[in-house]
Nanobody, 117 residues
Framework: QVQLVESGGGLVQPGGSLRLSCVASGFTFSMYRMSWYRQAPGKERELVAALSTGGSPYYADSVKGRFTISRDNGKNTVNLQMSSLKPEDTAVYYC???????????WGQGSQVTVSS
């Protein structure tokens, strides 16, 4: 059974930090492009960060210098370290695994991140 289980979300003050984690199972993790998306109320879902196996990371301009994506193929996990958080980072964050050639996508259930004082 394919699963992407997310954890680490919550409420944080502006300027604070959170670390999201996504643990995958049920597929060959090392073959998939891993990424994080987010969706704020009334907004479209957007790509935040992505990382292929051994590749250079991609970051949306809005999070460059503040967020770091990493993966551990031995633990089948992908993480998103978020620092210097802003209220505009408030959203539901989704872990994604993609095998692009096969048009295959798996999604986590979403984790709420709220940045507010």
């Amino acid at each position: 059974q394919v699963q992407l289980v997310e954890s680490g979300g919550g409420l944080v003050q502006p300027g604070g930090s959170l670390r999201l984690s996504c643990v995958a199972s049920g597929f060959t993790f090392s073959m998939y492009r891993m990424s994080w998306y987010r969706q704020a109320p009334g907004k479209e879902r957007e790509l935040v960060a992505a990382l292929s196996t051994g590749g250079s990371p991609y970051y949306a301009d809005s999070v460059k210098g503040r967020f770091t994506i990493s993966r551990d193929n031995g633990k089948n996990t992908v993480n998103l370290q978020m620092s210097s958080l802003k209220p505009e980072d408030t959203a539901v964050y989704y872990c994604n695994a993609a095998l692009l050639i096969a048009s295959r996508n798996y999604w986590g259930q979403g984790s709420q991140v709220t940045v507010s004082s």
